[in-house]
T-cell receptor, first 113, second 118 residues
């Protein structure tokens, strides 16, 4: 119940295309869903996050779509650029009480020039 | 966003020696710090959670005598890998959460430490 399933494991997208990464969770107590971007040899950095009271959040080229009933959320990267090539992790968290971030397995994105 | 500084970024040590990794929250007070280990092409594996002034809570399978964690202040946590062996070679990452209120706040990550044991 604590798992967050992430797919695909790897993704190749042409420059200018749309990258889509999907995640699914089981525990309905989760109420905060961040996405992290990690470059090789670096720690993860928060990219964008969403709470279940909205179905979509957009920040620049990055959009999270959230489906509460299906317990799924996804990251869309519009106009993908070579600089977006990185590993992306979704995560699930709780706003209250002591809880650890639960990470997805990660998606390695390669944006070809 | 808030800054978490992790030091060193890379360290090479001889087998049998101990290595200390520092994690500092530079512009906020971190009630809770987390230590992760990441193997190549894999997700982050939580090793332990440390709360300021109390003993760390280790995840199942993590040897607390081998991975010593100290969270002496609201801005500093350390991970000491004792009697390191080549199998301890990995990428270690810390994370810190801000103190305050009833709700959990954003988790910020350090830049990671690449440990190589030779």
């Amino acid at each position: 119940q604590q798992q967050v399933k992430q797919s695909p494991q790897s993704l190749i997208v042409q420059k200018g295309g749309i990258s889509i990464i999907n995640c699914a969770y089981e525990n309905t107590a989760f109420d905060y869903f961040p996405w992290y971007q990690q470059f090789p040899g670096k720690g993860p950095a928060l990219l964008i996050a969403i709470r279940p009271d909205v179905s979509e959040k957009k920040e620049g080229r990055f959009t999270i779509s959230f489906n509460k009933s299906a317990k799924q959320f996804s990251l869309h990267i519009m106009d993908s650029q070579p600089g977006d090539s990185a590993t992306y992790f979704c995560a699930a968290d709780r706003s209250t009480g002591f809880q650890k971030l639960v990470f997805g397995t990660g998606t390695r994105l390669l944006v070809s020039p | 966003g808030a800054v978490v500084s992790q030091h060193p970024s890379r360290v090479i040590c001889k087998s049998g020696t101990s290595v200390k990794i520092e994690c500092r929250s530079l512009d906020f007070q971190a009630t809770t710090m987390f230590w992760y280990r990441q193997f190549p092409k894999q997700s982050l594996m939580l090793m332990a959670t440390s709360n300021e002034g109390s003993k760390a809570t280790y995840e199942q399978g993590v040897e607390k005598d081998k991975f010593l964690i100290n969270h002496a202040s609201l801005t500093l946590s350390t991970l000491t890998v004792t009697s390191a062996h080549p199998e301890d070679s990995s990428f270690y990452i810390c994370s810190a959460r801000q103190k305050g209120g009833r709700t959990n706040t954003e988790a910020f990550f350090g830049q990671g430490t690449r440990l190589t044991v030779v």
